[in-house]
T-cell receptor, first 113, second 112 residues
Framework: SQQGEEDPQALSIQEGENATMNCSYK?????LQWYRQNSGRGLVHLIL?????REKHSGRLRVTLDTSKKSSSLLITASRAADTASYFC?????????????FGQGTRLTINP | AAGVIQSPRHLIKEKRETATLKCYPI?????VYWYQQGPGQDPQFLIS???????DKGSIPDRFSAQQFSDYHSELNMSSLELGDSALYFC???????????FGPGTRLTVT
């Protein structure tokens, strides 16, 4: 099965509420990254958390990482309509010194005004 | 700050034609990655290059080839295009193979 599985696959909340998205992975990682993608547009890097970190904040974003459970969560506080997008987690895999990112299936977040 | 540049941004080709996508990494980045994202799908890793040598290969069809040139830009060549090749193709670059990847805006390829 796929590395970087996310849940929920879709989330719809009211503006101002908090949104939590989860990501699970299967193998050891060096870091985990979260990306946002507006429909049909490019990938926007949100935050990177390293395997030796447990929590990281960036503005309204809060990311946690639990390497024992191989899971991460992305919390967006005080959501805004502009946060409507798909959110992907990506884990890095380094093989013979070369890194590649493995993306999860993404969570489609809809913020209702 | 300079970002990853991809060209063209949009490309329409017919079945069995050939397409070439270009990627210009951030200055001083020597590692380039290519990803393919089909409609409604998550991005899938295709291939990566470090110092002009292929460093890793993912789910890239044999009809596709890529290379990194002396100025570190990369080109993805796609031949005998199929309808299923219609996707967003992202290029990313990093300062070194284990550093954070920065993504370009993508090239949307439509095969008709």
């Amino acid at each position: 099965s796929q590395q970087g599985e996310e849940d929920p696959q879709a989330l719809s909340i009211q503006e101002g509420e908090n949104a939590t998205m989860n990501c699970s992975y299967k193998t050891s990682i060096n870091n985990l990254q979260w990306y946002r993608q507006n429909s049909g547009r490019g990938l926007v890097h949100l935050i990177l958390i390293r395997s030796n970190e447990r929590e990281k904040h960036s503005g309204r974003l809060r990311v946690t990482l639990d390497t024992s459970k191989k899971s991460s969560s992305l919390l967006i506080t005080a959501s805004r309509a502009a946060d409507t997008a798909s959110y992907f987690c990506a884990t890095d895999h380094i093989i013979q010194g070369a890194q590649k990112l493995v993306f999860g299936q993404g969570t489609r977040l809809t913020i209702n005004p | 700050a300079a970002g990853v540049i991809q060209s063209p941004r949009h490309l329409i080709k017919e079945k069995r034609e050939t397409a070439t996508l270009k990627c210009y990494p951030i200055p001083r980045h020597d590692t380039v990655y290519w990803y393919q994202q089909g409609p409604g799908q998550d991005p899938q890793f295709l291939i990566s290059f470090y110092e002009k040598m292929q460093s890793d290969k993912g789910s890239i069809p044999d009809r596709f080839s890529a290379q990194q040139f002396s100025d570190y830009h990369s080109e993805l060549n796609m031949s005998s295009l199929e309808l299923g090749d219609s996707a967003l193709y992202f290029c990313a670059s990093s300062l070194a193979p284990v550093d954070e990847q920065y993504f370009g805006p993508g090239t949307r390829l439509t095969v008709t």
